[in-house]
Structure formats: C-alpha cells, structure tokens
C-alpha cells in the first residue's frame, strides 16, 4: 500500500464519519423544531386564556377602584359637611359672647363719656371711681354661677 491510498482510506473513513455526524445533527435540529413547535402551541393555548383571565382581572379591579373612589368622595363630602356644620354651631355658640362683649365696650364708652363729662365740668372726684367700679358688677363667667337666674 502506497501512501496515497492510505491516506485516500483514511480521507474516506473521515468523510464517511462527517457525514454521519452531519446527519445526526440534522436529525436533532428536526426534534428540537417539532420540540419548539409543541411547546410554542402548548404555551399558545395556555396563554391566550391567561391574558384572558388577567383582562378580567384587570376590569375588576378598575371596577373596584371606582367604587373605591366613590367612598372617598362620599367622605370628603361628608368632612365638607361636618366642617360647615361646626363652623355654624361655633357662630351660634359664639354669638352670646359677641354680644356680651359688645355691651361690654357700651357700657365701657359710656361710663368714659360720663366720666369725662364730670371731668370737664368740674365735678370730678377720683374716690367715685372706685365707687362706679364697685358698682359694676363684670357678668359671670362660664363656669361662675349666676345668681339673678330665677330658681325652678
């Protein structure tokens, strides 16, 4: 045997051989396509009524934050209306005490006028003072007793 027919057996045995492993990976790529394939429809026909359930979901939940929503305004309709309410009872029980105090000043001014007027005239004696103060008796406070109440 001469070289070059071993070296053609050889060349022969190797290309024989990559044939074989040529179609032998032919063959897998063929399996792995129809593998893709299965578990492409397998993931097409599980996922499509998953992407359904969560449009469903979805709608719910934006159901859900509407009704959420209505609460809240529901609330702060309500806050609204209580802020009002006590801003009506604090003038109402805020009245009598503008009214006191308005007397108050009254009385105030007028009792400077007369003190005034009995300044200029002549007739001013510090001693009255005292005595005018005495007189004046402040109204009772809100936790003093009143004592012109008539008794039931």
């Not at 027919?5 to 032998?24: E, G, K, M, N, Y």
Request: charged content about 30%; some cysteine.
């Amino acid at each position: 045997m001469n070289v070059a027919t071993v070296l053609l057996s050889v060349l022969i045995v190797v290309a024989t051989a990559l044939c074989a492993v040529a179609i032998w990976a032919l063959v897998e790529g063929v399996k792995t396509a129809r593998s893709v394939r299965v578990l492409s429809d397998d993931l097409d026909a599980r996922i499509v009524p998953l992407i359904e359930k969560l449009d469903v979901s979805v709608d719910a939940f934006n159901a859900e934050l509407l009704r959420v929503d209505a609460i809240v305004t529901r609330f702060e309709e309500i806050g609204d209306r209580v802020d009002s309410t006590s801003r009506t009872v604090q003038e109402v029980a805020n009245a009598p005490v503008e009214m006191v105090t308005d007397i108050a000043d009254r009385v105030r001014r007028a009792w400077r006028s007369r003190k005034s007027a009995r300044h200029d005239a002549g007739g001013y004696d510090p001693d009255d003072d005292v005595a005018e103060v005495a007189d004046v008796a402040a109204p009772p406070g809100p936790f003093e007793p009143q004592e012109d109440l008539p008794q039931a």
